[in-house]
T-cell receptor
């Protein structure tokens, strides 16, 4: 079992819709979770992080964490074609700030 | 502006050659990391360093070597022992202890010819 799992996609949504990206993790002791966006051929950029159960909102992005069920999700409201990218979920391994990355979900927003 | 600089952007290697990828940061971060990304795949950790003159193997260290002689620099050598080196290589840095996200460099695309 992979430590961090994501559906590879592609997830296709129409412009203006809500895109929902999911991530599950195996280590019940994981404390902090990160979402990165990666455009094709580019390096990942941090979108959000979350460490408390519940929702965290930042503009059009909402991260949701459920530690009991061991999943974290990212919602993108009012999706735009510019949101088309691969979204990587990362989980903090330990206090040394080691991250384990999932394989990423490719999102396609169609005009 | 603070950031991480990776060079070169593209690199071609002949079979049996060693090549070194450069990574320099001016963020004053203690920790630095090297990841490999294959097409359609996530990031896999090669090596990391949390302090000068010390580094640790990641999940796929075989065929790679690193050094950390200065806080700002963490070069990666891809040796001839790495049988399938064609990939996108990403260097990152972070503040430690966490939790903090990583700052990534722009990457080096290595191709074996």
């Amino acid at each position: 079992q992979k430590e961090v799992e994501q559906n590879s996609g592609p997830l296709s949504v129409p412009e203006g819709a809500i895109a929902s990206l999911n991530c599950t993790y195996s280590d019940r002791g994981s404390q902090s979770f990160f979402w990165y966006r990666q455009y094709s051929g580019k390096s990942p950029e941090l979108i959000m992080f979350i460490y408390s159960n519940g929702d965290k909102e930042d503009g059009r992005f909402t991260a949701q964490l459920n530690k009991a069920s061991q999943y974290v999700s990212l919602l993108i409201r009012d999706s735009q074609p510019s949101d088309s990218a691969t979204y990587l979920c990362a989980v903090l391994r330990d206090a040394g700030n080691m991250l384990t990355f999932g394989g990423g979900t490719r999102l396609m927003v169609k005009p | 502006d603070g950031g991480i600089t990776q060079s070169p952007k593209y690199l071609f290697r002949k079979e049996g050659q060693n090549v070194t990828l450069s990574c320099e940061q001016n963020l004053n971060h203690d920790a630095m990391y090297w990841y490999r990304q294959d097409p359609g795949q996530g990031l896999r950790l090669i090596y990391y360093s949390q302090i000068v003159n010390d580094f640790q193997k990641g999940d796929i260290a075989e065929g790679y070597s690193v050094s950390r002689e200065k806080k700002e620099s963490f070069p990666l050598t891809v040796t001839s022992a790495q049988k399938n080196p064609t990939a996108f290589y990403l260097c990152a840095s972070s503040i430690i202890p966490g939790p903090y996200g990583y700052t990534f460099g722009s990457g080096t695309r290595l191709t074996v010819v």
